[in-house]
């Protein structure tokens, strides 16, 4: 390692440590203090105790196994080719692409297998409806309209996920068409019309195939089944490029050095994820006759990991209309402003703080939470504050978290990779944003086993789904209504954290109670 680059990983680690210190320091001042049993999704059961049930309970091995197999159908399917491609032309492209053979290279990156376009049509969907309910007063009335409201929501959302699947994968066969996207070689044994009616009915097909068996994971298995889909094929990505490191290495072409700097960032990474991910501000609200007292959470992670696509997204348009509107010298100066990298970062840097606080306005409304607490006769513990005020002063504190996570979890690795000069490729590998969504799904699913321990102890009394709510905090006000009420309740999550904003159709949050009890329930709480 020349002397360069060593200097260049002395100041990343300088930098790094400066603003670690820094974070905690103000975090410290600015947050209460963090224990160790927030890792637990409530003080009340270790992650010990938690994992001990899911392994020994009859139910839960059940749930996990059914998981499992989806999980290993879905992976196994990645394997089955696009009707028309010949498998052996697209082999032997992947491995002049890869540099060898690798038991990854299918999953490079399943664009041309039947699941080519993956859950992401469904989530755009979710994402484009949560955004129209700021314009349309239908669709706004829907996202707060409770129970109803998430299934008219859901119904627009799966009704918009065809239509993108079908558009998308008629974009997918042009790709699929063009020689020269293979390196030259003609993968396809089908052209034309045939080629394009039957990647649109394959295709958009695959996708509502992935929604029925991620539905199949929340009706019977453990984890948010979207969730469950998406993290299992980030996943083998994330074991393609470890691949490529390794192989990098058996070559000379990577260091150890850097091989340890990738694990730190990693290490760094994961720890800043599992901190903060449970981190929640707590609202204190107490009903005015009987004083009964719980807690509203705020917490960082409700705008997901949308910002920064939005923030990509803004950077990337006006180079693409000068690609294809202007002069090419006006797309020379383009290309040389968007491929320099402290341009690209600090302008990313804004974005994500801008698109992170713009978009929790979307998602967020305190008056809903306002009307609810009010219509089930709760007020703020603290008297001497508004309601309004309070929510948005508590979300203002979380989302400072959240904004700082966002900006430090796809940054920190691609600056360090700069500095390092470590190719792309490797970057890849240490993009944080893929890490918060594993320490979410991780927490998620701590959060439903607890459910099952809860509902283990109760299971005598015969419990049903008496209500499915959109969101954390209705499912909370709603559920502690029901147990003043002497109406023992439990509440079942459901959600995508980091991965997906909060209230989209990804999101459901059942409220069970005892079978008998399910009517007077709803009587109550609707």
């Known amino acids: 390692m020349n002397e360069d680059i060593f200097m260049n990983l002395i100041t990343v680690l300088a930098v790094v440590f400066l603003i670690g210190l820094g974070l905690k320091k103000f975090l410290k001042k600015q947050l209460l203090p963090i224990s160790l049993s927030e890792l637990s999704p409530s003080n009340r059961y270790s992650v010990k105790e938690l994992l001990t049930f899911l392994i020994n309970n009859k139910e839960m091995r059940i749930r996990l196994l059914i998981t499992i197999g989806i999980l290993i159908i879905v992976r196994l399917c990645a394997f089955i080719p696009h009707p028309g491609v010949d498998s052996r032309v697209l082999a032997m492209f992947f491995e002049r692409v890869a540099g060898k053979p690798s038991p990854f290279l299918s999953t490079l990156p399943d664009r041309v297998s039947v699941f080519s376009l993956g859950i992401m049509p469904f989530l755009s969907s979710c994402i484009l409806i949560q955004i129209l309910s700021v314009f349309i007063p239908a669709l706004k009335k829907a996202a707060s309209g409770g129970e109803g409201g998430r299934a008219q929501i859901a119904r627009y959302s799966y009704g918009l996920t065809v239509a993108l699947s079908l558009l998308q994968s008629y974009f997918m066969s042009l790709w699929l068409d063009n020689p020269a996207h293979f390196m030259g070689a003609n993968i396809l044994t089908i052209h034309g019309l045939s080629l394009k009616l039957i990647t649109m009915a394959t295709l958009?097909?695959?996708?509502?195939?992935?929604?029925?068996?991620?539905?199949?994971?929340?009706?019977?298995?453990?984890?948010?089944?979207?969730?469950?889909?998406?993290?299992?094929?980030?996943?083998?990505?994330?074991?393609?490029?470890?691949?490529?490191?390794?192989?990098?290495?058996?070559?000379?072409?990577?260091?150890?050095?850097?091989?340890?700097?990738?694990?730190?960032?990693?290490?760094?990474?994961?720890?800043?994820?599992?901190?903060?991910?449970?981190?929640?501000?707590?609202?204190?609200?107490?009903?005015?006759?009987?004083?009964?007292?719980?807690?509203?959470?705020?917490?960082?992670?409700?705008?997901?990991?949308?910002?920064?696509?939005?923030?990509?997204?803004?950077?990337?348009?006006?180079?693409?209309?000068?690609?294809?509107?202007?002069?090419?010298?006006?797309?020379?100066?383009?290309?040389?402003?968007?491929?320099?990298?402290?341009?690209?970062?600090?302008?990313?840097?804004?974005?994500?703080?801008?698109?992170?606080?713009?978009?929790?306005?979307?998602?967020?409304?305190?008056?809903?939470?306002?009307?609810?607490?009010?219509?089930?006769?709760?007020?703020?513990?603290?008297?001497?504050?508004?309601?309004?005020?309070?929510?948005?002063?508590g979300l203002y504190k979380m989302l400072m978290i959240g904004a700082l996570l966002l900006v430090i979890m796809p940054n920190v690795p691609e600056i360090a990779g700069y500095l390092l000069q470590i190719k792309e490729s490797i970057v890849i590998v240490m993009r944080g944003s893929l890490i918060l969504i594993c320490a979410g799904v991780f927490f998620d699913l701590l959060s439903q086993i607890e459910f099952f321990y809860e509902k283990s102890k109760l299971s005598g009394k015969g419990l049903a789904v008496a209500y499915i709510a959109p969101d954390e905090i209705e499912a909370r006000i709603k559920s502690e209504y029901l147990k003043s009420k002497s109406i023992d309740a439990l509440v079942e999550p459901l959600r995508f954290t980091w991965g997906m904003p909060i209230k989209t159709a990804v999101d459901k949050y059942r409220i069970y109670t005892a079978a008998d009890k399910v009517k007077d329930a709803r009587m109550l709480i609707e």
């Open 204 to 393: 958009t097909g695959g996708v509502l195939l992935l929604l029925f068996l991620a539905d199949l994971i929340n009706k019977y298995g453990i984890g948010n089944g979207i969730a469950m889909i998406f993290i299992s094929g980030s996943l083998m990505h994330v074991l393609f490029r470890a691949y490529q490191c390794y192989y990098m290495y058996q070559e000379g072409h990577l260091g150890i050095v850097t091989i340890l700097i990738i694990l730190a960032i990693w290490a760094g990474a994961l720890y800043l994820a599992f901190f903060f991910t449970r981190r929640e501000k707590k609202i204190e609200v107490i009903e005015a006759t009987t004083k009964r007292e719980f807690t509203i959470p705020l917490r960082a992670t409700w705008t997901g990991d949308v910002p920064i696509g939005f923030a990509e997204s803004i950077y990337l348009f006006p180079f693409t209309l000068a690609s294809i509107a202007a002069t090419t010298s006006v797309q020379s100066v383009a290309l040389d402003i968007m491929t320099n990298f402290w341009i690209k970062t600090i302008v990313m840097v804004v974005l994500i703080i801008l698109f992170t606080y713009c978009y929790a306005v979307v998602i967020f409304r305190p008056k809903n939470i306002e009307d609810l607490l009010t219509k089930y006769n709760y007020s703020l513990k603290s008297a001497d504050k508004e309601i309004v005020q309070c929510l948005n002063g």
